[in-house]
């Protein structure tokens, strides 16, 4: 499978607890996008990296959440002390050309 | 600031026959790119069609075109001979040539019936 992966799929944590995503892009594909999408709701972006470098990070991204490339293929987005906010589908994507591919989407629920 | 507005919450269309899917959305930039998305059930985003600013035929993709009116702002998704397998979420989407995500509109169910 040479898609975007994420892993992984489905998360239920309690609320204070932390989280890990991982992405794995498709390979060549420099940039890597994460977005959040709740129910009804269309994507909203997180944060964009370009190789390992984050470009732009959203004002949705709060001090609660971190994301990282160390060497510009995989991506990990932590969640520090999670809250029932948080509760939605983590997506990421990869970019070539024009167009971003998503990932599967990593549902977490904070119960 | 950009904004996409997609103003059918659901939309329900008979297996076979075409369907159209609105989108209109606004910008001040003069060169950007409309994207439609697909979401099915799994949740995973499906790219279907895109069509840049500046392009003045409009976008096809097998049984998937983009009526873009650019006097209008608006970017409507085309799907003829429609099949079960379309019913799904579809989101548009824009993003200009300079900056780097992309903006997304709330999105339309569509629900092909037998």
């Known amino acids: 499978d040479t898609g975007v992966s994420q892993d992984p799929r489905h998360k239920i944590t309690k609320r204070g607890q932390n989280v890990t995503f991982r992405c794995d892009p498709i390979s060549e594909h420099n940039r890597l996008y994460w977005y959040r999408q709740t129910l009804g709701q269309g994507p909203e972006f997180l944060t964009y990296?370009?190789?390992?470098?984050?470009?732009?990070k959203s004002r949705l991204l709060s001090d609660r959440f971190s994301a990282e490339r160390p060497k510009g293929s995989f991506s990990t987005l932590e969640i520090q002390r999670t809250e029932q906010g948080d509760s939605a589908m983590y997506l990421c994507?990869?970019?070539?050309?024009?167009?971003?591919?998503f990932g599967e989407g990593s549902w977490l629920t904070v119960v | 600031a950009q904004k996409i507005t997609q103003t059918q919450p659901g939309m329900f269309v008979q297996e076979k026959e075409a369907v159209t899917l609105d989108c209109t959305y606004d910008?001040?930039?003069?060169?950007?790119?409309l994207f439609w998305y697909k979401q099915p059930s799994s949740g995973e985003m499906i790219f279907l069609i895109y069509?840049?600013?500046?392009?003045?035929q409009n976008a096809t993709e097998g049984r998937y075109s983009l009526n873009f009116q650019k006097a209008r702002k608006s970017a409507n998704l085309v799907i003829s001979a429609s099949q079960l397998g379309d019913s799904a979420m579809y989101f548009c989407?824009?993003?200009?040539?300079?900056?780097?995500?992309?903006?997304f509109g709330p999105g339309t169910r569509l629900s092909v019936l037998p």
């Open positions: 994507a990869s970019e070539s050309g024009n167009t971003i591919y």
């Open positions: 910008t001040s930039d003069q060169s950007y790119g």
């Open positions: 989407a824009m993003r200009d040539n300079y900056g780097q995500n992309f903006v």
């Open positions: 069509q840049g600013s500046y392009d003045e």
């Open positions: 990296f370009q190789n390992e470098a984050q470009l732009e």
